[in-house]
């Protein structure tokens, strides 16, 4: 694997504002952290960066000198080297604590090697790294590659993180795993809570709390993603790729499209065919 990416370490946050920053390399791992719940700051050589909820940092062989967490705040952090890719869950009790003091390790996901997630992951990875800094469409492949990564990431998170059986987690891997299995039906909060045997408050509450996502909004991002997906991967009419994915009709998904990726979703597609021409591999 190339260990030369193009930046040190790159932040996207949720609304898909991008930034690196050039830094000087210490080893050789690198990672890609999801600050899922409060805030926290990167402690650098030279500066320090404040993180909000919501953000992806993807770091480069090492040059952060550490990640400090306000008290209750939650980080999904992933360590991918050529022989192993990992995830740990780290809970941070106490206010602005480095990450190697008094962190409580929640679990711990290997995804095997020769897997088909550890593939996908390595060669979205080897993508990454390949690109190049004048490419014309720099910002947004990289932008497309580590949601790449956290999407791969994120199906994998849940046997990890519940470590605890609860009803609440129980309930909430459940909802995670119904739409998974069937976010292209004709699918409402009301109908998945039903087949739960919850009250659509009661999974309202148990999603917020766990996850910091509504039923909807999980549902929502999924759906959305997913037929992302399928807009650069087939040749569907996009009419064919909303109602496939559970949007009720095409003017509906392209407005929710435009909404989140700023572009339409036919815009998305011609932009990945020129991406495609212009050599960089697409998924």
């Known amino acids: 694997m190339n260990s030369n990416l193009p930046f040190d370490i790159f932040l996207l946050a ?4 991008i930034r690196s920053l050039k830094l000087p390399l210490i080893n050789n791992k690198y990672t890609l952290s999801y600050l899922v719940e409060g805030n926290g700051k990167l402690v650098l050589a030279n500066k320090e960066v404040r993180i ?22 939650k980080l999904y952090k992933i360590s991918f080297d050529e022989d ?10 106490e206010n602005l604590e480095s990450e190697s003091k008094n962190k409580q390790e929640l679990s711990c996901v290997c995804l095997a090697p020769g897997s088909r997630e550890y593939v996908s992951l390595l060669s979205n990875l080897d993508e990454l ?17 580590l ?6 990431i994120n199906k994998n998170i849940i046997n990890g993180y519940f470590v605890k059986k609860t009803k609440k987690l129980e309930k909430t891997k459940q909802f995670l795993s119904l739409v998974s299995l069937k976010f ?18 009661t999974l309202q509450r148990y999603l917020i709390e766990e996850i910091k996502l509504s039923p909807y909004q999980y549902l929502f991002n999924y759906r959305l993603f997913a037929a992302a997906k399928d807009i650069i991967s087939t ?16 003017s509906h998904f392209g407005y929710e499209f435009k909404k989140v990726l ?11 065919s020129k991406i495609l021409v212009n050599g960089i591999k697409k998924e």
């Open 129 to 145: 790294i390949e690109l190049k800094e004048d490419s014309q469409f720099y910002e947004y492949e990289i932008t497309r590659k």
């Open 235 to 250: 040749n569907k009419k996009i009419k064919a790729i909303a109602l496939d994915n559970g949007f009720k009709t095409k």
């Open 84 to 93: 192993l890719i990992s995830m740990k869950t780290y809970l941070k009790k």
């Open 14 to 17: 949720n609304d898909f504002q």
């Open 184 to 201: 292209k039906e004709s699918l409402s909060i009301k109908s998945i809570a039903k087949e739960m045997e919850l009250s659509v408050p």
């Open 52 to 73: 909000r909820e919501n953000t992806l940092v993807f770091i480069n062989k090492g040059s952060i000198i550490s990640f400090n967490l306000e008290k209750g705040a």
């Open 147 to 152: 949601l790449t990564i956290w999407l791969i």
């Open 262 to 272: 700023k572009m339409s979703p036919k815009q998305y597609r011609k932009l990945n």
